[in-house]
């Protein structure tokens, strides 16, 4: 291990973050790494990726989604199952405004919203939303905007947005030089496992995300009112992105997977690859044009904040719901 690097135990780390934090399922301390990063170990294992269901199934857990949102999610199928066969590190949280910002002092890196200055998405609530068919408050791609500033207020304990699948890369292979270890992008199917953290089958009703996630719900609304029927059913006490580790973690003690922010993944997206996707270690098509993100986001509505569902955007995509999650390869 290098000495930029440090490991912290469950009593400790309940104090790093507050007290959010729940004690590994398995035992024992998280590495640590140079920004501050908390990293979780997913144990090698198999699981059942992609939906099952039928469009009549998904209709009973999701009546608010039309007919036309239920059958568009062919490139879930055929569920399949996945074995990944070696352990790994998985960030405990989403990579932070805080985090982002040491990265870019260090590095000297420019993010590609400003690099390429055209900026990043924002909320802006004077917004004409006629003039636009996104929706309201969310004004196109504007240099006022940026992963410093995506109209509405962060603290440093925000998952930082408005970043790009380069971005991501650019960070993982920063630590990776700086640390002497390998940090990347999860693949597809290493994040769905890890989503999923042992459950099987059938995911569960809308409903159950509260105190798990924060989507798009009846805090949300208020701010977009002609979508109100497609908000989840409750309040999580947040309109827009909160704090990581704000919610309960899941079986792995991760936190966020589902809600908050999408992530960006490894893999190229193609609707068939589940068709012929090899069972051990799967990384996506050899090549394609847009990236997968998982996980749905603060904006997210119920049909699309599951760990089966795949969405994509080009590698320069940048958007105030879109963020990061990284693995640490266990040694």
Known sequence: MPPSA???GPSALALLLGGCAAPPPTGGARPVNTLGMVFVRIPAGSFRMGTAASVEELQALYPQADAGRLRG????RPAHTVRITRPFYLGQHEVTVGQFRAFLARSGYVPES????????????????????????????APRYSWRDPGFAQGDDH???????????ALAQWLSRTEGQRYRL?????????????Q???????????GHANVFDRDAAVHWPRWAEQAFPFRDGFAFTAP???????????HDMLGNVWEWT??????????????????????????????????????????GFRNWNTPQTRYTLVGIRLVREAP
């Not at 998952?159 to 890369?169: C, G, R």
């Not at 099987?200 to 509260?210: D, K, T, W, Y």
């Not at 990581?244 to 991760?254: E, I, M, Q, R, T």
């Open 6 to 8: 440090s490991w912290i």
């Open 73 to 76: 999610l062919d490139d879930e």
């Open 114 to 141: 400003i690099a390429d200055g055209t900026g990043g998405y924002g909320w802006n609530p004077a917004y004409d939303p006629a003039t636009t068919v996104r929706g309201d408050a969310f004004e196109g791609r």
């Open 159 to 169: 998952p930082v947005v408005n970043v790009t699948w380069n971005d991501a890369q």
């Open 186 to 198: 999860p693949t597809e199917a290493e994040w769905e496992y890890a989503c999923r953290a042992g």
């Open 200 to 210: 099987q089958g059938a995911e569960p009703p809308p409903a159950a995300l509260q």
């Open 244 to 254: 990581v580790g704000s919610f309960a973690p899941n079986a792995f003690g991760v």
């Open 266 to 307: 490894a893999d190229w997206h193609a609707d068939d690859y589940y068709a012929h996707a090899p069972a051990d270690d799967p990384q996506g098509p050899a090549n394609g044009e847009v990236k997968v993100r998982r996980g749905g986001s603060w904006h997210t509505w119920p049909l699309y904040a599951r760990c």
